[in-house]
């Protein structure tokens, strides 16, 4: 029922920026939570930030606290990534998702590519 679909990755230089956005699909989004993940080759799915379907509360890993934010529009029904500092560690396939609050993440996108040059 729920369709995301994200865009904004590309190549970008260490110390660059970039701004990820995930849309979705229907007229329920607001009732979702929404989170960002990232997939390096060879290595497992890792959490990198969530917001809350009211915007009031935000989470984010060691690794990007500081660097990444994470918002939202619901009348839009988009959700973004600000993504500062960038590192080549930060390259990966970058995912967005939702989840019914204090449920699972069970709908996902088709992730979009971040590569980041040193």
């Known amino acids: 029922q729920v369709q995301l679909v994200e865009s904004g990755g590309g190549l970008v230089q260490a110390g660059g920026s970039l701004r990820l956005s995930c849309a979705a699909s229907?007229?329920?989004?607001?009732?979702?939570?929404m989170g960002w993940f990232r997939q390096a080759p060879g290595k497992e799915r890792e959490f990198v930030a969530r917001?809350?379907?009211?915007?009031?509360?935000?989470s984010y890993s060691d690794s990007v606290k500081g660097r990444f934010t994470i918002s939202r529009d619901n009348a839009k029904n988009t959700v973004y990534l600000q993504m500062n500092s960038l590192m080549p560690e930060d390259t990966a396939v970058y995912y967005c998702?939702?989840?019914?609050?204090?449920?699972?993440?069970?709908?996902w996108g088709q992730g979009t590519q971040v590569t980041v040059s040193s």
């Open positions: 998702a939702v989840r019914i609050p204090g449920s699972i993440w069970n709908y």
């Open positions: 229907g007229r329920t989004f607001s009732r979702y939570d």
């Open positions: 917001i809350t379907r009211s915007a009031i509360d935000t």
